[in-house]
């Protein structure tokens, strides 16, 4: 979706314009959401739109996630205690199983398909309430709390302000520049065949995962995970999430 220059303040289809960048790219390198856009026309400009697949992708969650986006929440439940949990808990969400979308893109290949599908899951299909639920259920501890925390609170000026997305992940709150967020057209790619498995399911696979992988992620102080060398680290601090579990909790 990063592609969409529309994306996420609008909803997308496959017809919306993506970001402004040529397919030979300038020394001056665009932001990466650009760069997006600029591989798409190089590609299409040298194989041409009826020799071209283009899926694009919303959130890609699962079994070796390497955004840390699941993992983080469900790493968090197991720790137990009081949970914050941000937001309005029926809003929606779109997530995708990247086996669901390598799948569907490996169908179309074999069928010999061309053009531009959005491929996530369809809106209104999960809540975010009921992903924060199954992640207590497949990973918490006994003692394991959620607090709701509506979004006015956590998004108050001061050194307690939380960044949204990032500090708690997939937080999307109720903001215009996020109102397309979680609503992309899947139309196209459900006609084509697209199958979505429920989220719990990805949510026990991926803790099954986290329970035997080998340690890849590096924590700070704090006990605040992220990968080596990522330039976005996701989940809040602890001693911050206690802070506004105590204000507003």
Known sequence: MHAFADWPAHVVDEGSAPHPCPADTPPDQPPGNALKA??????????????????????????YEFGGRLPWWLERMARGGRVLAPGDPRRTMQV???????????????AGTAGRFVTTAPPGRLRFGEWLETCREVAGAADTELVRVPDGPLLAEGP?????????PLWAPDLPELAGVWLADTGRAEAA?????PFAETARDTWEWLRTREPVEDTDAEGRKGRPGAAVRHGIEPAKERRLLAAFG
């Open 193 to 197: 065949g697209l199958r979505c498995r």
């Open 96 to 110: 995708i199983d990247v086996r669901d979308f390598a799948g569907f893109g490996l169908d179309l290949l074999t």
């Open 160 to 168: 307690d302000r939380v960044d949204w997305w990032t500090e708690l």
């Open 38 to 63: 600029g591989c798409e026309r190089a590609v299409l400009a040298g194989f041409g739109a009826g020799r071209t697949l283009v899926l694009n992708s919303g959130l890609l969650v699962g079994p």
